[in-house]
């Protein structure tokens, strides 16, 4: 049984009749084959990219694992349509918290035409793209079970400023996320961002590959931060994941790092590392407020 | 006495009537400010950062010092005009072999006009700006006392491509640079951007500085790579030096890293270890080829 992704926070959606991703219940998610090429680029990528012994085994758990592609009714009733069959990222979790930040400072190419180039410069410029290297593209915040997810409108998202990414990237973490901005007390920060196999120490080993891989350019592409939270509340161990998705603009990297994947990716770490810095601060600051005898823990308790 | 500067490899010429940089005999460069404002600009951003102390000591070496602005006679006979007053980088070098690297996938600023941003791009794509991440504006090589300096024309340059760009960081550091292409030794590889305090050393630490610092973002700057061929030749020890010059662009960073940077400055390095680690797997085969009993030092030579 094939239905339309509770959990999607950018992209096309299956709703109203429009042409979208699917998932099944055993975790796969359908991605149907865009007619103009992208998809088969998208496909072809997987298929380059699943068999290419240059990529480092540690490197593969950043990637969804691709089944191939398959004929499937498409959402839009438009009959059979090829669709790439995905690892559906978000089933493992229960209540995601996700956010889709799209990496580089530009998400054209440089073999690409004229005017495609000129449409994504001018949404680059709108966005923060250019400023910082990075755009949000989409995110849900989990709140809590009565008030739910936050989840901004795609104009609310486009207009986001280098001033709201930054406050987005601490309420991410924040169990006050609902009343935003400075207020947001982060207390998931170092359980989310910190901690080994955290956030951050995942965006850094990302990194060292980017340094230094070739193979491939990443134009356009997603990074997939999530976590439940839920789960960090009631004191389990939280998987916080990252994941780069949509590789319809995947050009041969012909002997030359990704720069401009590489800045980008810099650029988001500086940030994340700035939440986490602040909160370990705050952290202390509270416990040396509250008069407790003891020391900070790794998660931002006082011990 | 001012004189044209003998080793200037980019930029305006002080020659045939034109306006641009002196140098006189006791190691200042004088650089006449630009009328549309960069001078000033330049000018401001000296004076910032001379006076900045988040600046850390270990990176103002990478900076030219500045004597601050004097009234001088200008070159192109125009009558007397404000010049930056700066140190001279080149006076304590002999017969400098020189590259200038403009660094960043683009050149252009968010804030400046649209008809500025067009006319950056146009020359970003058709140069290796894009598409590395950097682009060389000006070079020359010393080949030694009877064939002089290899110094191509601003065309020639201009039109540079990712094959050429790897070339010359080859040619840059080979005993017989002159045949170029292929057959460069890269004989001076391991003394000039390998070992301790050589060129890679120093663009790491200039790397770390930009994973960090949200103070400034440097568009359309240089990064000069100099060292004195003959001192290497002769068994002396040589002085490679990096110096970052021309700050018209800079803008304040606003707690962004200059990302734009760093991205480009990392595809750099990139290339500056593949020659290096090209020229230790060659000295390493010519030892075996040679039978030598002998290791490789780390200068390429067999011990």
Redesign the interface.
């Known amino acids: 049984m094939l239905k339309v992704p509770e959990h999607q926070v950018a992209g096309h959606l299956a709703i109203d009749g429009k042409l979208g991703p699917l998932v099944d219940d055993s975790g796969r998610f359908y991605k149907p084959l865009q007619g103009d090429g992208r998809g088969n680029k998208e496909l072809a990528f997987y298929e380059s990219f699943s068999s290419d012994t240059r990529v480092p085994d540690h490197i593969r758990k950043y990637f969804p694992v691709c089944y191939g592609s398959q004929l499937l009714e498409a959402s839009n009733g438009s009959g059979l349509l090829h669709h790439l069959v995905l690892q559906d990222i978000v089933s493992s979790h229960r209540n995601p918290s996700i956010m889709d930040v799209k990496i580089g400072?530009?998400t054209w190419y440089?073999e690409a035409s004229d005017n495609y180039i000129q449409k994504c410069?001018e949404k680059d410029?709108r966005t923060t793209t250019?400023?910082?290297?990075f755009r949000i593209a989409g995110l849900q915040l989990y709140e809590g079970k009565e008030s739910g997810y936050w989840r901004p409108g795609r104009k609310e998202v486009q207009s986001f400023t280098?001033y709201n990414v930054?406050s987005i990237l601490r309420r991410f973490v924040s169990s006050n996320s609902s009343i935003g901005n400075e207020n947001s007390d982060c207390s998931f920060a170092p359980s989310i961002y910190g901690r080994s196999a955290g956030i951050l120490e995942q965006l850094l080993e990302l990194k060292a590959w980017f340094?230094?891989q070739?193979i491939y350019h990443f134009h356009s592409c997603s990074l997939l931060i999530l976590f439940d939270k839920e789960s960090v509340s009631k004191g389990s161990a939280p998987v916080p994941e990252i994941k780069l998705i949509d590789f319809a603009h995947v050009v041969e990297g012909?002997?030359?790092?990704d720069?401009?994947f590489?800045?980008?990716l810099?650029?988001l770490?500086?940030f994340v590392s700035e939440v986490l810095s602040d909160s370990k601060e705050s952290s202390i600051k509270d416990c040396v407020e509250s008069e407790k005898p003891g020391i900070c823990t790794d998660n931002g308790n006082c011990q």
């Open positions: 400072s530009r440089p410069l410029r250019v400023s910082l290297g280098v930054r340094e230094d070739t012909k002997g030359v790092i720069h401009n590489l800045g980008g810099c650029s770490i500086k």
